[in-house]
């Protein structure tokens, strides 16, 4: 290969940015707008400037525009087919702008319409969680710190955990809806233009609710792509923690969940095997995400101003960003749609430990003890019932042999009652639950 075709090859971007023509078109047709409102361009050559790139959309959408590397990216194809179509007067579409300003606009552009497809692929998840969580809300399960049983919880409180973090998400993604939502066509390549364009005009034909007031930022400036990667790389770690839990729990040693087989997969060896693949692919991909953060990160942050190629990077990154994301949540709606729990199973295991700790040592503060020599005595208890499964195996005479405030109550004492008794706010009581649910429901789509 030549040095020439190897540059060209090198500085295209073509290959990922005509993911970009609707964008592009659409700026172009209300830039075009704007230029005869404000008597720069005639109002015929303008009907023949918004045909032609009307014919373009067209062939772009039927799969027959023909890309030319050479051209290096969207802008130039699309202009380069429009000189094709109506001969010299597609030199005026580019009176007032430049690439800079062009292609900010363009992603400025998308990046708005992702955002909306984001949020809307959170809710649907968020559905379905807290209908698995309305299904589960007496279930009891043990809950854990440190990967050890802690207290026993119920299944409907666990899966509005992550209900919560992706509201999170949700609120930062319109964050950046709103950080996005600013026109920088106008701009020039930076210093703004001599013409009497009005830019406010353009914004209202492109549904921005701002105009940019500094030009030389406006065309330099892609915080708006890093915060979409970086709310995209928080939205994938909430994922990736459930991915993990699904993992364990489909594991035999937990048995607390079964896919279904469209969300797992066989061995080419094993043929008993039904691995959590999806789940297992979906933690994977964070990293992929995480890269593109600290790649765009990486790019801006010795830029002088204005324009600079580096910000040709922005792009790769940020589309495979969006593709992960959005289809891990898809996966996720899917397969926790379609997963089965194993409520007894969860139910037995807090009977594998010493998970009413806690509710003895509240006991004995009810009695009058303080909570710190409550909890020593519950330790030394804990230790003496080490080789049982659990306390409800102890008789009355060995709780008294720790405390003489132990009385027959303390028989009431249950995984039951435990999980009942936390019903302050937030708490894992199933009444807590189902209010934590109604609140929820109303939420979800706000």
Not at 273 to 279: E, G, Q
Not at 360 to 373: C, H, M, N, S, T
């Amino acid at each position: 290969m030549d040095f020439k075709s190897f540059s060209n090859k090198y500085t295209s971007s073509i290959h990922y940015d005509k993911r970009l023509f609707h964008e592009d078109i659409e700026g172009s047709i209300a830039h075009i707008n704007m230029l005869s409102s404000q008597g720069i361009v005639d109002k015929e050559d303008k009907k023949i400037i918004v045909d032609g790139l009307k014919q373009i959309f067209s062939e772009i959408e039927s799969g027959n525009f023909i890309w030319n590397e050479k051209l290096e990216d969207i802008h130039m194809n699309i202009e380069s087919r429009l000189y094709e179509i109506i001969g010299n007067k597609a030199g005026k579409l580019h009176t007032g702008r430049s690439r800079n300003d062009q292609v900010a606009t363009d992603l400025r552009l998308y990046v708005k319409k992702i955002v909306d497809l984001t949020i809307e692929s959170i809710k649907n998840l968020q559905i379905v969680i807290l209908n698995q969580a309305e299904k589960h809300v007496e279930v009891i399960m043990p809950g854990y710190t440190h990967l050890q049983h802690a207290q026993p919880v119920t299944l409907g409180h666990h899966l509005l955990a992550y209900y919560e973090m992706l509201n999170r998400d949700k609120e930062r993604f319109k964050a950046v809806k709103e950080i996005t939502d600013v026109l920088p066509l106008g701009s020039g390549a930076l210093a703004g233009s001599s013409y009497p364009i009005d830019r406010k005009f353009v914004a209202e034909e492109l549904g921005f609710s701002k105009v940019s007031n500094n030009s030389m930022d406006a065309v330099s400036d892609r915080d708006f792509v890093i915060e979409y990667i970086f709310s995209s790389s928080l939205c994938m770690a909430h994922l990736s923690r459930l991915a993990e839990e699904i993992i364990i729990w489909s594991s035999q040693e937990f048995g607390f969940i079964k896919l279904s087989s469209d969300h797992t997969t066989g061995s080419s060896m094993m043929p008993q095997k039904h691995n959590p693949d999806l789940a297992e692919l979906a933690r994977g991909r964070v990293g992929r995400v995480y890269g593109h953060l600290i790649g765009m990160l990486t790019t801006i942050k010795g830029l002088p101003l204005t324009y600079n190629r580096d910000l040709q990077e922005d792009k790769e990154g940020l589309f495979d960003t969006v593709d992960i994301l959005n289809q891990t949540l898809f996966a996720f709606e899917s397969m926790i749609m379609e997963a089965t729990f194993n409520t007894e199973r969860m139910l037995s295991a807090t009977d594998e430990g010493q998970m009413l700790a806690t509710d003895l040592a509240d006991y004995l503060v009810g009695k009058g003890i303080p909570f710190r020599e409550a909890h020593g005595i519950v330790l030394q208890l804990s230790k003496y019932a080490s080789n049982r499964n659990s306390f409800s195996e102890l008789t009355l005479e060995e709780f008294k042999n720790f405390s003489d405030k132990f009385d027959s109550d303390v028989m009431d004492i249950t995984i039951e009652s435990s999980v009942y008794a936390r019903n302050s706010h937030g708490g894992t009581s199933p009444s807590e639950v189902r209010k934590a649910i109604q609140i929820a429901r109303k939420k979800v789509d706000v």
